[in-house]
């Protein structure tokens, strides 16, 4: 009965985001059953083929091992704080880890080598592979195909860079697709923090959270469409064609180098975001709790429970669910994944904790919504008034496409 309301609530959520979109446009049925199909395939096939899930148990080993690369550099810079042995006796276990000095730097070490796999042409082959597919499956252009698929293993602001040169011209519905994707995926740098953070409640976490980013892939694609479908506003002149990934380094030492400069910078842009968010974010609730008597998470979670159910979610959990899917929202997934990681799972079963894993995987927040517009603004300032307005659509987008991949996994993944 929990995978029938699973497969129920994925269509529901379709339902919601043409609902959101104001119900007077045409439902785009070719893209509706396109992407329906695409995400169940894509779940079917990644948590249930053997060779494929042989496949990501071994990306859990890679990402593991480099997961202790990282530490032996952490543990010579920064001694015992970087996960070097302590000099002392802990007292209470779990103590002597710090967020910043052992699971931030995994974020230097995968954006060289991000850089390095870009120039030498192996993530673009990808990329082109996944863009391949989108195009075929929802008709769209090369470059809103190919800035979609770059999202599963890049953020929302560096896919939209990929095709700078065609982003004033993509017509206003693939622009929302673009932004949409962009929040309703994660990064492959934070990938490896996450996974590392949810290997003790997570089985196979890396494996599962590319899956997550995978599935969302299509996902952002078709609740984009629902809200705004393709066809419906005035075309943009001079519609882009296929595009190809810019050569951006030359040679592999300036990519590890740049890359390392690019994966710095991003450390510290998350450890501000994580202090300043956090900060107001409490700064909030305590204006708001002696009134209301609730958090800001809370308040958001009591409007995620009827999600939670529609993703599979048993009534014993879905106030869990529903709370950390607002905190979510109102701060970044970065503190869910670390309240469901340190919480030991958060009480909740097998399989409600991977709907939630799911559910969680993409920078749907406020803040990443910032972010993008200021990133995309910058790089394409003749469309500002579009990408501003698209904002707020986005962040419901790219959420909604994330709880429903939380319902693919929900309707493949018995109780």
């Known amino acids: 009965m929990l995978q029938l309301q699973s497969g129920l609530g ?105 850089a390095v796999l870009f120039h030498w042409r192996v993530l673009p082959l990808v990329v082109r592979g996944l863009a391949l597919v989108l195009r075929r499956a929802f008709g769209l252009s090369g470059a809103c195909g190919f800035s979609v698929a770059a999202n599963v293993f890049i953020g929302m602001v560096e896919a939209p860079l990929l095709i700078r040169p065609w982003l004033a011209r993509l017509a206003t519905p693939e622009l929302f697709m673009v932004m949409a994707a962009g929040l309703a995926t994660i990064s492959g740098n934070t990938m490896v923090v996450y996974a590392t953070l949810l290997a003790p409640v997570v089985p196979d976490a890396a494996g599962q959270l590319l899956v997550a980013s995978l599935v969302s892939a299509p996902a952002a694609v078709l609740v984009a469409a629902m809200m705004r479908p393709p066809g419906t506003e005035p075309p943009t002149p001079g519609e882009a064609p296929a595009t190809a990934a810019p050569r951006l380094y030359e040679s592999t030492l300036d990519a590890l180098v740049r890359g390392t400069a690019d994966g710095l910078s991003l450390l510290l842009g998350v450890m501000a975001c994580l202090i300043v968010f956090v900060a107001l974010v409490a700064l909030a609730n305590m204006a708001v709790e002696p009134l209301t008597g609730w958090s800001l998470q809370a308040l958001a979670g009591l409007g995620f429970r009827p999600v939670a159910w529609l993703m599979g979610v048993p009534p014993e959990h879905l106030a869990t669910v529903g709370t950390s899917l607002g905190v979510r929202l109102v701060v970044n997934e970065f503190v869910a994944y670390l309240d469901l990681a340190t919480g030991g799972g958060l009480g909740l079963d097998t399989r409600s904790r991977l709907i939630l894993t799911y559910a969680l995987c993409g920078f749907a927040n406020l803040g990443s919504v910032g972010i993008m517009l200021g990133g995309m603004t910058a790089m394409c300032p003749e469309r500002k008034a579009d990408i501003l307005r698209l904002g707020l659509p986005a962040l419901a987008a790219g959420t909604l496409a994330c709880c429903m991949t939380g319902a693919v996994v929900g309707l493949m993944t018995p109780p």
Request: charge should be positive.
């Open 10 to 114: 994925l269509l529901a959520l379709a339902g919601l985001a043409w609902v959101l979109g104001g119900c007077r446009r045409p439902v785009p049925w070719r893209i509706l059953g396109a992407g329906l199909a695409l995400q169940v395939t894509l779940g079917a096939l990644l948590l249930h083929l053997p060779p494929l899930r042989a496949a990501f148990d071994r990306l859990g080993d890679a990402f593991a091992a480099l997961s202790r690369a990282t530490q032996a550099g952490t543990s010579l810079v920064f001694g015992y704080l970087g996960g070097a042995p302590l000099p002392f006796d802990e007292v209470r276990p779990g103590g002597s880890f710090i967020l910043f000095f052992q699971a931030l730097p995994l974020l230097l070490v995968v954006g060289a080598l991000s």
